[in-house]
């Protein structure tokens, strides 16, 4: 297993380019199987993750090629062979229950393994077949199986979900695209990954409207064609590389992202003592303070603090003056950087959801473990700012999420390598 060495090396300078939104490509893919012509995604990340989710389409019988070295990507779904999801691909990665919706309403049936636990949460999909069996589907959970049929077809109807789950959402949008008559999806999930992918179901020829509200109204058709979709940006991955001045100083441009993809992200960076601006190509950050401040974070659904972006803001807090109030409200377990950024030094209480932080003046390096995609890149983050060196292990954690880290990070100063194992 890979790791990665990380130094201190002064301050940043330079650009930094955002790569297509993993999560908005992992709920795209499954999209190909809503029409039997070709749907092809440019600006598509070249992650593990991209490639787990080809191999489950390719064994559903879905054409899947991947062009200009990953970031296009051809799908075309005209003769399916399977409508069975296996266990051992679900277990790795959760977003291959992104299946399910579409499968429903193109074939009527579908056996999706369970995902299991994994690092941050139980994540369970009771949200998503209260609204697929609302939309008509019977669903029986049967040998860690969710065995799905819509013998009758799918119909719309009101569809209230009991949290804006962002999975569950796009699954009920997918299914709802080719259901007959009208659906109601209340509660929606609002992220930037949803509206994105209504835009390219919309090129496909469904009717939608309020992607990115809370209330989203789709008009059933009868069938989709074929489109051309741009992936939107990746929120989390600009998010992640924006915080990185902070951590070393100096100041970075993210080229292809903008402000608006990352809600109260940007407010509490402002508030923190950062300098956040859009430019032309994107958005520019410079740390001129000489010591951060103390914040307090909620993690909430878009347009809230992102959950995805916790760790990183965390592992920033840790030098910043004065204590930090941190709340993560969407994942029951999601602390698991705190302990790894003590061993560097940092002073974190954790209660439950709550974490303590008490700003230090700077951490250590040490030998740290990644135990999941964003605490990784926390983890990371830290050792460009800490006394000494940072080893962060397992880092195949990180390639699920962020393509080409170190290369992108050395480009704008920072002293990392990979060490392979
Ligand atoms: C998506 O996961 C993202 N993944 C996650 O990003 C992200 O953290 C999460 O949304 C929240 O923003 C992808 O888009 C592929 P949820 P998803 O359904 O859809 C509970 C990353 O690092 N819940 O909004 O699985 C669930 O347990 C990943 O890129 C139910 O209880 O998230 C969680 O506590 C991590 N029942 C909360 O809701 C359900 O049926 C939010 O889950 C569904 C969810």
Request: charged fraction near 20%.
């Amino acid at each position: 297993m890979d790791s990665i060495r990380v130094r201190a090396n002064g301050p940043l300078r330079g650009q930094i380019p955002i790569a297509g939104a993993k999560n908005a490509c992992l709920a795209l893919m499954p999209a190909t199987l809503l029409s039997e012509e070709p749907l092809t995604l440019t600006n598509a990340p070249r992650l593990s993750d991209i490639r787990t989710m080809t191999l489950l389409l390719r064994s559903l019988g879905v054409e899947v090629s991947a062009l200009a070295d990953g970031k296009v990507i051809a799908l075309s779904s005209h003769g399916l062979t399977s409508t069975r999801a296996d266990y051992d691909i679900v277990r790795k990665m959760r977003a291959s229950n992104l299946v399910l919706g579409p499968l429903l309403a193109r074939e009527g049936v579908a056996t999706v393994s369970l995902p299991g636990g994994c690092a941050i949460g139980a994540r369970p999909m009771d949200i998503h077949i209260a609204a697929l069996e609302a939309l008509g589907a019977e669903i029986e959970l049967r040998d860690g199986y969710l065995h799905a049929k819509a013998p009758r077809g799918l119909r719309g109807t009101r569809v209230a979900l009991r949290f804006a789950s962002v999975g569950a959402t796009e699954n009920t949008l997918m299914a709802a695209v080719l259901a007959k008559g009208t659906t109601v999806i209340e509660n929606a999930a609002r992220e930037p990954e949803i509206v994105d992918l209504a835009l390219c179901l919309s090129r496909m020829g469904a009717q939608i409207d309020g992607a990115g509200t809370s209330t989203i109204t789709v008009q059933g058709v009868d069938r989709l064609a074929g489109a051309t979709h741009h992936v939107v940006a990746d929120r989390i991955e600009l998010g992640t590389y924006m915080l990185a001045p902070a951590f070393a100083g100096g100041e970075v441009e993210c080229i292809g992202g903008h402000l608006d993809l990352l809600g109260a992200f940007v407010e509490k960076l402002r508030l923190v003592g950062l300098e956040v601006e859009e430019s032309a190509a994107g958005v520019r950050v410079r740390r001129s303070a000489d010591r951060l401040q103390a914040v307090d974070v909620v993690t909430e659904p878009y347009p809230g603090f992102p959950t995805d972006l916790q760790a990183q803001m965390m592992a920033m807090l840790c030098t910043a003056q004065g204590v930090s109030v941190l709340e993560e409200r969407i994942f029951e377990n999601r602390f698991m950087h705190a302990p790894e950024l003590m061993r560097m030094g940092a002073r974190i209480e954790v209660h439950g959801g709550t974490a303590r932080i008490t700003g230090v003046e700077r951490l250590r390096g040490a030998p740290v473990m990644a135990t999941d995609l964003r605490a990784s890149v926390s983890l990371i983050l830290a050792g460009l700012g800490a006394e000494g060196e940072t080893v962060v292990n397992r880092v195949y954690h990180l390639d699920r999420g962020y393509e080409r880290l170190e290369e992108k990070l050395r480009a704008v100063g920072a002293d990392i390598e990979r060490i392979a194992a």
